[in-house]
């Protein structure tokens, strides 16, 4: 079975410093590895995605993630936090050989102060 | 291309009352997936469809939910007899195929149904 968790509920940060959302996962084959994000009251949007290819990730917003096969990990980061990214974040595991099944973590509320 | 829509956004019930919501995939698109967003809590796996099939369920409340995802027309994700506890946002995704790496799902803006 395939598990998720970030590690932190909430994360606060002030504009212009970098933001780090952490995220382990388990998973008993090789996954592949999403974070998505969602503003108040909206869907959720992709923000980049692990298939294997290259550990290092480049999403959208200038957000990235780097995947850690010995640490199980999959953290996000912006070297330099704007206020419109103020949402809440979700890490996903999926085992696209098995229907497709995606788990999310818990997810993540970042707020930003000016 | 429009993304997946999901109506009615906003959806108040009153207790024992029933609930539809309904999901159109994106063009082309054969594989729904319904989850549930309780407040404070994160996205929970419901159910898995591909047209005319249910592939897995193994999310869906045993009773008083269903969901189906007709040869023609949208899912519906549907709840019987409603109670405040099923009050929530409901999001529907879908995805061009299956067991791909990588494949994307692409999320609908959800449905929050108010129980009262």
């Known amino acids: 079975a395939q598990s998720v968790t970030q590690l932190d509920s909430h994360v606060s940060v002030s504009e212009g410093t970098p933001v780090l959302l952490r995220c382990n996962y388990s998973?008993?084959?090789?996954?592949?590895l999403f974070w998505y994000v969602q503003h108040p009251n909206k869907g959720l949007q992709l923000l980049l995605k692990?298939?294997?290819?290259?550990?290092l990730v480049k999403g959208i917003n200038g957000f990235e993630a780097e995947f850690k096969k010995s640490e199980t990990s999959f953290h996000l980061t912006k070297p330099s936090a704007h206020m419109s990214d103020a949402a809440e974040y979700f890490c996903?595991?999926?085992?696209?050989?098995?229907?497709?099944?995606?788990?999310f973590g818990a997810g993540t509320r970042l707020t930003v102060k000016p | 291309n429009a993304g997946v829509m999901q109506n009615p956004r906003h959806l108040v019930r009153r207790r024992g009352q029933e609930a539809r919501l309904r999901c159109s995939p994106m063009?082309?698109?054969?594989?729904v997936y319904w989850y549930r967003q309780l407040p404070e809590e994160g996205l929970k796996f419901m159910v898995y469809?591909?047209?005319?099939?249910?592939?897995?369920e193994s999310g869906m409340p045993k009773e008083r939910f269903s969901a189906e995802f007709p040869k023609e027309g949208p899912s519906i994700l549907r709840i019987q007899q409603v109670v405040r506890g099923d009050s929530a946002a409901y999001f529907c995704?879908?995805?061009?195929?299956?067991?791909?790496?990588?494949?994307?799902?692409?999320f609908g803006e959800g449905s929050w149904l108010t129980v009262v």
């Open positions: 063009k082309g698109h054969s594989h």
């Open positions: 998973s008993s084959y090789s996954p592949s």
């Open positions: 996903v595991v999926s085992d696209l050989d098995n229907n497709n099944d995606m788990r």
């Open positions: 469809l591909q047209k005319e099939n249910i592939i897995d």
């Open positions: 692990y298939t294997s290819a290259a550990t």
């Open positions: 995704a879908s995805s061009l195929k299956s067991g791909v790496s990588g494949n994307t799902i692409y």
